[in-house]
Nanobody
Framework: QVQLVESGGGLVQAGGSLRLSCAAS????????MGWFRQSPGKDREFVAS????????DYEDSVKGRFTISLDNAKNTVYLQMNSLKPDDTAVYYC???????????????WGQGTQVTVSS
């Protein structure tokens, strides 16, 4: 059974940083596309970033380029999302996900974590 467990969310002031972690079990993260999505109240879940190993190919939503970095640790079977220069618009529940092909759409992924709340105050 595949499980994705996020951690690292919290409350931070604008301009601050957070690192989200996604620990995977039942699936080797380096063999699949791993992604992060986010969802704010009243909005659809939106793509944030993805990574595909071993090429290390990454993709980012335009508004987070240059501020967020996705990475993975094979030894820990964990995916990270380093978020710098956070803005109030980044406030959302962040979800870790895993799929077989790189996609910016939720339908491209088959396993999801429970989400972790990120709140950025102005």
């Amino acid at each position: 059974q595949v499980q994705l467990v996020e951690s690292g969310g919290g409350l931070v002031q604008a301009g601050g940083s957070l690192r989200l972690s996604c620990a995977a079990s039942g699936r080797t993260v380096s063999r699949y596309v791993m992604g992060w999505f986010r969802q704010s109240p009243g909005k659809d879940r939106e793509f944030v970033a993805s990574i595909r190993w071993p090429a290390g190919t990454t993709d980012y939503e335009d508004s987070v380029k240059g501020r967020f970095t996705i990475s993975l640790d094979n030894a820990k079977n964990t995916v990270y999302l380093q978020m710098n220069s956070l803005k109030p618009d980044d406030t959302a529940v962040y979800y870790c996900t895993s799929g077989s092909a790189a996609s910016r759409w939720t339908i491209g992924y088959d396993y999801w974590g429970q989400g972790t709340q990120v709140t950025v105050s102005s």
